[in-house]
């Protein structure tokens, strides 16, 4: 590997341009690049060398990505929100920023993490605070039908603490989060496509969890210098009932994930097949893996009760270590090689290839899925075979799109440049024929990218309009506002042989990955229906407050401008839950609830119901306000709190 | 009234649009209305009619707004972050949003209310958890230096909890928040210009206050029905300590703030001169007020010691109340009359005027500076002489910019436009001149418009270049997300005669008030530096693990792709302080420290040291990770905490 790489015509890789890349991503890099070669790289050093001028403008100008006022966008986009544990709804090609859906952390503005219903979502400790408060959501994805998104949900995971949330795409609201048992770092997630074995299922059933650090099984705070016995597991979330179907105990750990049309198989790469606790041993090793599922034989095996269990957990967990495996003919797993610690895998649209971005190799590797299923079935003596492209694309590739045209859009972190690739010519390329220019078009971008998408890119619908890549780091792309930076999500016109790049959006960090797809997949409600919600205060007429002891029930409606009581009394002390049903129905027509000193406040949509419980510890006159402008007499909108003392 | 607004011309008002707007905000509006006029008002029914067309494109294109890729804003605008509780900054005249600066409300991103030293600033209870994690942000407005921005600091107010948060713009960070006493609801915020008698004092030194709602004093739960002793305060905070200088006791409530160029006076708008607690109450009196206060008259009252104080408040409290202040030679305030339930108040940048905005009325109010000072002096026999106009512009005007060459911008929440105006030509209307023709342009917006601000709008420098309106809902305007819309808000070309809509742009509700000024109006830094904190480890070499008994302090650098310890060991029960500090200095080489199931997240600029404070509670490994993208060994970049069981 390292002669191949020596021998690269630095301009095909981009190595001209990475001299000029300001940017310490490639501080210390010099260790990883040399393992990678074993001898050190060429890579500059970190400081001084000046920024890059902005790109000139290109040749010719791409897509109109400027909406006139009150044109509308013709992409939905879903964006992982970061550690700001949300997910954001983005208009494409505009790039506007449409909405953030909570998930795993509070959000004030609706009062997610205040009102009971968001706490039952959320999760809480025995005495009803939140279990947690931060999250680090990566990756988003959406439920498949017939290999193509369907609109119903999305998922999006948090390493953190090994959650994975649902956002029902009716709504726009996370309605389940389930947290993960025997894993840390819970990190690429991935929808099925349909059923390995029943035909009728051609839609998400399964949502796929990898996991990214080993830790002792069980983590109780016993071996824990027993570094040799840490493991991480491969999870299965049923995508209905969001309950954890099984686990698979593997070698090495899980990083990125994805799935086959076909619904037989699961994959993930792994960059640590080392078992190593320090970055240097997790590199050690001059190939790494991608870790294949066979998703039906794992099924048959926790039916069949071939399954352990960890800790308190009840979870069926499935060996699926090399040891274990080394039959194919019964095999749950199968761990192809790929070069050293690998990140993205992705599916291409035409079904038939699973692609693995080399990271610290500059290489992508081509792994066709008919091949990996010969093996599974005894066709194929060396699993390795599958291997049918490894082609070097250029330095730090993270993660691929596809435009459903045979072309693979890869990002160069360390190049800061998308390399578009065609798929066939780079297998033909790897088979011998040196004539076959598998490099179609490169592009630089602002700065050090890490995930790529296109519209569709993963779907059966893949149409090659726009690709949008998250950039790490903006340093010089806008106005300066103090230490910490935005990303840079920069749109892309990828529908001509030329890459055209269209517009910068500056995104609050750390978002990661997304999904483009056509607006008409969705078909979101903009008004709730009162029955969605159990305790609806269906009439104004039902409000008051409604004494048991100590307990106090407080019933209210809105309708704008005013709420339904003027005024309410409770005694100090009390456990107070107050429900409010906002009865104006008009979409938009949105009021808020605001109680100073209780630290209560929410949004209420048009026929939502919320709830809050409190105790009312602090005696007075509390004036709850409307804190969503409704109406000319929003600011008269109040009811007045009164707790004796 | 009534009679002046049935005799006037609908086009000139707006009315025959107003039929066509789709909107619950006229909801209920009858009764408003009704009572304004005395009659019912022909306010069209909220719904079923269709939402309008998209406004057809503008005759002329006005100023381009897009952008090329690497191509920087002009302008900064700080945006009031609404119940997000923080503040926004934007980039014009692309819209685009470079930072939230979190503030009053936790941020998971950044470890906003998980640091100790954002806790610090936060506020907490005894038991070290934050006293407040929701908010509600109104208006935000930057330090002045000789009429114009200086770039030092904003304030923001937080209504819910009577909070001030004050940003630095040097690392455009909130550094100082403080709790108002005595007050309930404080809505408006702005600060003075000049000091009141010093003329060295050019620049900002305090910051005034108003308080919305009327409650008992003190609010203990006692005399809680009494409702005609229910009063509200105006304050004053010092704009360097953070401290509370002083508050006026006052009749009526504070809705906006505003100063005057010469620092003498401060001004705040009554929508509730009647003290009512219901809204039918608030809008009873045919007249309410804009309240003005004499910032040299007040601060002797308070070194005379002519003060009260109230509870266990120790701010001196000055008696502003009209019975009190009957002597205009004595007086500390000076309420002159406007139209029932007033919103804005703004000072023109010629330093002349105040307008008040009529809400429920119809109308805009402009008093002279000049005039209010002489009533002040003894040289006015009636106060309300200061009134130099009161001219009809539209339905539901609430707040109003400026272009600097004599025109005034106001938007019309009920007709969903802007009406421009000529200030000189609405005096000379109100003098007489029916021929003068004040109403210069009208623009559709879209919909029901709330803030407005021009680019250095309220200074000596306006320069009449881009306008932009908060509109309260965005209805048809952007793709469906759900329920829950985001607002709009809207850019518009005032640089002509004729105003240019320029963009739409979505955001989360609910911001309020802005300002935009000249990007070269600050200077941020964007590295910090190691000696702003006395924690920082200053050398990887301090790292390590340091006893006290229980107490265990555990110091941590980062450099990109590894933090100094590449693991820590402390045992169940342990008080852990972590003190990481990021040694990278490389602009934007922003890390992440994030630790699973510990409820520990945040992120670490270039230079800058944060800590957090935790019970060892839970024994196990603990994969402390870098959450922030820095490297292409990012992924690696961990430590392992070990909690001994």
Redesign the interface.
């Known amino acids: 590997m390292s002669d191949k790489r020596e021998s690269l015509n630095p301009e095909t890789v981009g190595m001209g341009r990475r001299r000029f890349i300001n940017?310490?991503?490639?501080?210390?890099?010099t260790?990883?690049v040399a393992a990678c070669n074993d001898k050190p790289a060429a890579a500059p050093a970190?400081?001084g060398t000046p920024a890059p001028?902005?790109?000139p403008?290109a040749a010719h100008a791409g897509a109109n990505v400027?909406?006139?006022?009150?044109?509308?966008?013709t992409y939905?986009g879903l964006w992982s929100g970061?550690?700001?544990?949300d997910v954001r709804?983005l208009?494409l090609p505009s790039g506007?920023?449409?909405?953030?859906i909570p998930c795993f952390?509070?959000d004030?503005?609706?009062?997610w993490?205040?009102t009971n219903e968001s706490k039952a979502v959320m999760g809480t400790k025995p005495d009803g605070s939140l279990r947690?408060?931060?999250?680090?959501t990566h990756h988003l994805h959406g439920s498949y039908k017939d290999g193509n998104y369907d609109g119903r949900y999305a998922w999006v995971n948090d390493?953190?603490?090994?959650r994975i949330a649902r956002i029902r795409l009716?709504?726009?609201?996370c309605d389940k989060i389930t947290e993960l048992p025997n894993v840390?770092?819970f990190h690429g997630i991935f929808p099925d496509k349909r059923d390995p074995v029943d035909p009728n299922i051609n839609y998400t059933t399964r949502v796929f969890c990898g996991a990214?650090?080993g830790?002792?099984l069980p983590?109780?705070?016993?071996d824990?210098?027993a570094t040799e016995k840490?493991r991480s597991m491969f999870t299965c979330v049923d995508a209905e009932t969001m309950e954890v179907r099984w686990q698979v105990l593997i070698d090495g750990n899980c990083?990125l994930t994805a799935t086959s049309f076909d619904g037989k198989l699961a994959a993930t790469n792994q960059?640590?097949t080392e078992n190593g606790?320090?970055?240097e041993d997790?590199?050690s090793a001059e190939r790494d893996a991608c870790l294949f599922f066979n998703i039906a034989r794992i099924e048959e095996a926790v039916k069949a009760g071939k399954f352990k269990t960890y800790g308190s957990s009840k979870v069926p967990v499935v060996d699926g270590t090399r040891e274990a495996n080394k039959d194919a003919k019964t095999a749950l797993t199968a761990y192809v090689s790929v070069p050293k610690?690998p990140?993205g895998v992705n599916a291409s649209p035409d079904q038939k290839y699973f692609i693995c971005a080399g990271?610290?190799s500059p290489t992508v590797t081509v792994i066709e899925l008919a091949k990996v299923l010969d093996w599974f079935d005894g066709k194929s003596e060396k699993l390795d075979d599958a291997i049918v492209a490894e082609v070097e694309v250029g330095l730090?590739p993270l993660h691929t799109a596809f435009d459903g045209r045979g072309n693979a859009y890869t990002t160069l972190?360390?190049d800061s440049q998308i390399v578009k690739w065609n798929i066939d010519k780079a297998i033909a390329f790897h088979k011998g024929d040196k004539n076959a220019t598998y490099v179609v078009d490169r592009l630089d971008v602002?700065y050090?990218p890490?995930h790529v998408n296109a519209t569709h890119s993963e779907t059966v619908a893949a149409d090659g309009k726009f690709l949008s890549v998250g950039c790490?780091?903006?340093?010089d792309?806008?106005?300066?506002?103090?230490?910490?930076?935005?990303e840079n999500e920069?749109l892309i016109d990828i529908s001509g042989d030329k890459m055209v790049?269209?517009?910068?959006?500056?995104v609050?960090?750390?978002p990661h990955d997304f999904i483009i797809f056509k607006?008409d997949i969705v078909k979101?409600?903009?008004?709730?229906d009162l029955d969605e919600f159990p305790l609806a205060v269906k009439d104004a007429k039902e409000s008051g407050v409604f004494r048991n002891g100590k307990k106090v029930t407080v019933k209210l409606t809105s309708?704008?401008?005013?709420f339904s009581l003027?005024?309410f009394?409770v005694k100090?002390g009390d456990e107070v839950t107050l429900i409010l049903t906002n009865l104006?129905k008009?979409?938009?027509?949105?009021h808020?609830f605001?109680?100073?000193?209780y630290?209560?406040?929410f949004?209420i949509?048009?026929l939502?119901t919320k709830s809050v419980t409190f105790i009312a510890d602090k005696?007075?006159?509390?004036?709850a306000?409307c804190?969503?402008?409704?109406?000319?007499?929003h600011?008269?909108?109040?009811t007045?709190m009164?707790?004796?003392?």
Chains 1, 2 share one sequence.
């Open positions: 940017t310490a991503a490639l501080a210390g890099l260790v990883g970190a400081s001028a902005p790109a403008a400027h909406l006139k006022p009150g044109e509308l966008d939905y970061g550690h700001n544990g709804v208009g506007r920023e449409l909405l953030r952390v509070p004030a503005l609706v009062g993490g205040i947690y408060t931060v999250a680090d390493k953190i603490n090994s009716d709504y726009f609201i840390q770092g990214e650090f830790i002792p983590n109780d705070g016993k824990v210098n840490y990083d960059y640590n606790v320090h970055y997790m590199m610690n990140h990271k610290l730090g972190f360390l602002h050090q890490g790490k780091f903006s340093k792309r806008f106005l300066p506002v103090g230490p910490f930076h935005s920069q790049l269209l517009a910068d959006h500056p609050r960090g750390e607006r979101p409600k903009q008004v709730y309708q704008a401008p005013a003027r005024e009394t100090k104006d008009i979409e938009d027509l949105t808020g605001a109680v100073p000193k630290n209560i406040q949004v949509n048009p939502e005696p007075g006159v509390f004036w306000y804190s969503t402008f409704c109406h000319a007499l600011l008269e909108m109040r007045r009164i707790v004796e003392a």
